[in-house]
């Protein structure tokens, strides 16, 4: 029997890769999206939506407003609606299906973890930050788990930084080529009431300010595979960090960057050149300054091995298929 994937905010790079992998398996999928999409169903159109959930072998939930942004009020507000009301109306259309999706797996952040740069966080023993990212992740969570499904297995799957050809690696690619591929340095910073008050503004951490604030990532074939390894084994439910084992920081990150893409030098930005520079291409020092130090415990004791669990291994593999696409 084909399999019936239904993919929620599928429009992204990860969503577009599952989308891909599970159509070439032979499987139907169908996707959710903003009105104007190419998109099976729309959100709002409650009735389409509940259509597509019911009888689904598997839902898959990454909708969500991309935190690559300036924090204002306006993106503040949108980034919250924009996953807690979409998880919303998928959790009651399963409520209301005759035959619910046996799995539903909900796209979270590894983000939700304090800032850690003395022990990892695993599923057991991480501490849950503070600040509005943080704040954005457990109300995304919350409402993931609020209702009743006793029909549904539900994963909120903690995903740290996802590379891949389109991903968040993009922009670090073209720093690196340009010469700026050195580690992103931490420092002194002026706050304001109004982002201390939205809890947006990045406090400075003299420990990891030399460009040692962890980076935790994930191949995204790791993300497709992790997914169908929660397909197959129906005891794990509740939240699992999708997040590569072997974690590095932010100064060996880079470093393995530039020698993969063949790179001598890359000149290192300091806090107030990252602050400027947010400014001017609209995002947040946030996403680069941050310890993510996060380890995939759950998964490592159930079993799954990592198809890219170091780092030059996962980068070449990116880059090289980056140059073959690119000759085509």
């Given at each position: 029997m084909t399999q019936r994937v239904v993919i929620a905010g599928g429009s992204g790079f990860i969503g577009q890769y599952l989308a891909a992998a599970y159509r070439t398996a032979g499987a139907e999928v169908s996707s959710i999206g903003r009105q104007g999409s190419a998109s099976d169903a729309h959100w709002g159109d409650l009735p389409a939506i509940r259509q597509l959930v019911d009888g689904a072998d598997l839902l898959i939930n990454l909708a969500g407003k991309s935190?690559?942004?300036?924090?204002s009020e306006a993106n503040r507000a949108e980034?919250?609606?924009?996953?807690?009301d979409t998880t919303a109306a998928l959790s009651d259309a399963v409520q209301a299906a005759s035959a619910p999706p046996p799995l539903w797996i909900n796209s979270s952040t590894a983000t939700i973890y304090?800032?850690?740069?003395d022990r990892p966080m695993a599923e057991s023993t991480g501490e849950i930050g503070a600040g509005?990212?943080?704040?954005?992740?457990?109300?995304?969570?919350k409402t993931f788990f609020a209702a009743e499904l006793p029909g549904t297995r539900r994963v909120a799957l903690r995903m740290a930084i996802v590379l891949g050809d389109g991903s968040a690696l993009a922009p670090l690619i073209r720093l690196a080529?340009?010469?700026?591929?050195?580690?992103?340095?931490?420092?002194?910073?002026?706050?304001?009431r109004a982002r201390r008050a939205a809890g947006t503004f990045h406090e400075y951490r003299r420990r990891t300010s030399s460009g040692r604030q962890k980076f935790s990532w994930v191949h995204i074939e790791d993300v497709l595979q992790?997914?169908?390894?929660?397909?197959?084994?129906?005891?794990?439910?509740?939240?699992?960090?999708?997040?590569?084992p072997n974690p590095t920081d932010n100064r060996s990150f880079m470093s393995?960057?530039?020698?993969v893409l063949g790179v001598r030098f890359g000149l290192a930005p300091s806090r107030w050149m990252l602050e400027l520079g947010s400014m001017?291409?609209?995002?947040?020092?946030?996403?680069?300054?941050?310890?993510?130090?996060?380890?995939?415990e759950r998964l490592v004791d159930a079993g799954y091995t990592f198809r890219f669990p170091t780092l030059e291994p996962a980068l070449r593999n990116i880059v090289g298929t980056r140059r073959i696409r690119s000759s085509l």
């Open positions: 935190v690559n942004c300036r924090y980034i919250l609606r924009s996953r807690v304090r800032h850690a740069d509005f990212s943080v704040g954005i992740a457990t109300a995304w969570e080529r340009a010469g700026l591929g050195g580690p992103q340095l931490d420092g002194r910073w002026f706050s304001t992790i997914i169908r390894f929660l397909e197959s084994h129906d005891r794990l439910e509740g939240v699992i960090n999708a997040s590569s393995t960057l530039r020698r001017a291409i609209r995002t947040e020092t946030e996403l680069v300054l941050k310890s993510r130090w996060v380890v995939p």
